[in-house]
């Protein structure tokens, strides 16, 4: 059996909800995200805050995401996300999130560095950015070198379970300078095998479940977000799928 002390396990928080069942289902921290069908967007003021309060033996970091889609930020964006990562310090956070890239693909050396000097004395996680930039053995040198503590990733692949090659040749290569986090789609069934492939020792996932909501009527005419979208079901981490993943890669 592998002993726990040996493993990180990071949950991806939707909200105060979850990062109270992520605590008590064991997790070493959560990444605290709003906008999560976006792939994660900073969380208000009032999230991280009352996180803070509730996260009493897990550790709490903050993405600090302005918007969705891509990493090619102006510089106003960066002027705002510098701002949250100030928020941050003020909170009393153990970590944020981000990761700012060129046009080109490749890492934005500049916009990092200048968001690291904000960071300074917070853990730094390099995001899924990384799964969209070029020459990936490269850049993970340059995130060394800027002074992250680890970086997200699933191998450049849709979920880390189809990233093993990429994921464990990285591992390798990072030699302990910096800490592989190998996460989306990360579940009980996959995270022993992942392991198994890689050799990575932290865990990024979400282990969410749907929820049904308490609302009695709803307008069947109006939506709030895309058309789409099942808005009678809400999503929160659930405690025994964390247990359950946890002990899944453990067993």
Known sequence: MLNRQDFRFEICANGVESCISAQEGGADRVELCAGIPEGGTTP?????????????????HVIIRPRGGDFLYSKLELERMAEDIDVCQKIGVDGVVFGCLKADGSIDKEANSQLMEHAKGLSVTFHRAFDRCKEPEKALEQLIELGFSRVLTSGQMPIAAEGTDLLKRLNMLAGGRIILLAGCGVNEQNIKGLFEKTQIHEFHFSARTQVKSQMQYLNPQVYMGTKDAD?????????????????????
Not at 232 to 248: F, G
């Open 44 to 60: 208000s003021y009032g999230e991280i805050k009352i996180a803070r309060k509730v996260l009493t033996t897990t550790r709490l």
């Open 231 to 251: 808005e009678e079901m809400l999503s929160y981490t659930s405690k025994e799928r964390v247990e359950k993943t946890i002990a899944a890669l453990l067993k």
